[in-house]
């Protein structure tokens, strides 16, 4: 399968690592403190880190990351309010950081799905679907191969530009959890 | 319970205002051929029109939709090409629809369940969930309650402002479906 580098450690990085390494991938972790130090080693690269980081990572490793496939996970929203996200609102974190990376394949992944979710491979029943959207279809088929050998669901989400609609789903996710009518475990799951 | 009216007798309209009625509301529907010489009696007006037929029936309407809760449940999808909405990004079609009736209290809700599911009142295995997003807290309320009597779950998604998100919800749910990535009958689920 796939080598896999994850960068953060947190709920999401764990969970994600979790997921990937059952599929039979081969999945290193870099903890946020490392980040400059040590090497990117994935063909598969996922920032599993809050969407304030995602420049200097990209800055740092923009080198090593050219050719690779690396994985936008973010949810950027204001999170003193939960009201909005600090993204343009034609764009999203993800096409800012295609931006950041043009040598690389920008994916956006995982930021739909709650981290409970992806250690369940459930949500209400339904089996936990990975929505991934990105304009480099190989990119995108390696990473959807990947999740689906750790036992979720993947979906292609379609062009890069989606992740605008990815980012709004999980915004919207996000406030239904604040405001407690969704709960950490639960939102949005994908019935087919 | 609410005296509702619907405007359009497509799919949606025929499937809320099926679900509402069973909900022992007192349902009346106006044709889009009748736009125009029915009177609006509904304490909640909802508009089962496609995106595109709202500026007229505002125009025709204002007077009498003011004071009254207003239903928008568009999606403005651009239909030729599936890659795009047609409202500004930072905007939505609600709130335009508000801005055309300052007077009313408009509504978003129905344009993340699709038709079937409305029918069903299943998505999945899940209760079809129907997300409100309004200024207007008593107007959400009473849509709401009219939804939960029809046996459906109904959710407060915030304020009007949301409705983005909203629409991009029901956008990426329609590019899914016209890629049968999803069936008509599936679709969002809401977990809780």
């Given at each position: 399968?796939?080598?896999?580098?994850?960068?953060?450690?947190?709920?999401?990085g764990?969970?994600?690592?979790?997921?990937?390494?059952?599929?039979?991938?081969?999945?290193?972790?870099?903890?946020?403190?490392?980040?400059?130090?040590?090497?990117?080693?994935?063909?598969?690269?996922?920032?599993?880190?809050?969407?304030?980081?995602l420049?200097?990572?990209?800055?740092?490793?923009?080198?090593?990351?050219?050719?690779?496939?690396?994985?936008?996970?973010?949810?950027?929203?204001?999170?003193?309010?939960?009201?909005?996200?600090?993204?343009?609102?034609?764009?999203?974190?993800?096409?800012?950081?295609?931006?950041?990376?043009?040598?690389?394949?920008?994916?956006?992944?995982?930021?739909?799905?709650?981290?409970?979710?992806?250690?369940?491979?459930e949500?209400?029943?339904?089996?936990?679907?990975?929505?991934?959207?990105?304009?480099?279809?190989?990119?995108?088929?390696?990473?959807?191969?990947?999740?689906?050998?750790?036992?979720?669901?993947?979906?292609?989400?379609?062009?890069?530009?989606?992740?605008?609609?990815?980012?709004?789903?999980?915004?919207?996710?996000?406030?239904?959890?604040?405001?407690?009518l969704?709960?950490?475990?639960?939102?949005?799951?994908?019935?087919?």
């Amino acid at each position: 399968m796939a080598r896999i580098t994850i960068i953060g450690t947190g709920a999401m990085g764990t969970a994600i690592g979790g997921v990937l390494a059952e599929g039979g991938n081969d999945v290193e972790h870099i903890r946020h403190s490392e980040v400059g130090t040590a090497p990117v080693t994935g063909e598969i690269v996922v920032l599993a880190v809050p969407y304030p980081a995602l420049a200097e990572i990209a800055e740092t490793y923009a080198g090593q990351l050219a050719g690779r496939t690396v994985v936008d996970i973010s949810n950027p929203l204001d999170f003193e309010t939960f009201d909005s996200l600090v993204v343009p609102a034609d764009g999203s974190a993800a096409a800012e950081l295609q931006a950041r990376l043009p040598e690389s394949h920008v994916v956006k992944a995982f930021n739909t799905t709650f981290a409970a979710t992806l250690g369940a491979k459930e949500v209400g029943g339904l089996p936990t679907t990975v929505l991934v959207a990105g304009d480099a279809a190989a990119a995108k088929e390696a990473l959807a191969a990947a999740v689906r050998a750790g036992g979720l669901t993947a979906l292609d989400a379609g062009p890069l530009s989606r992740a605008r609609e990815l980012e709004a789903v999980g915004f919207l996710q996000l406030t239904l959890a604040v405001g407690e009518l969704v709960p950490w475990t639960g939102g949005f799951a994908v019935a087919r």
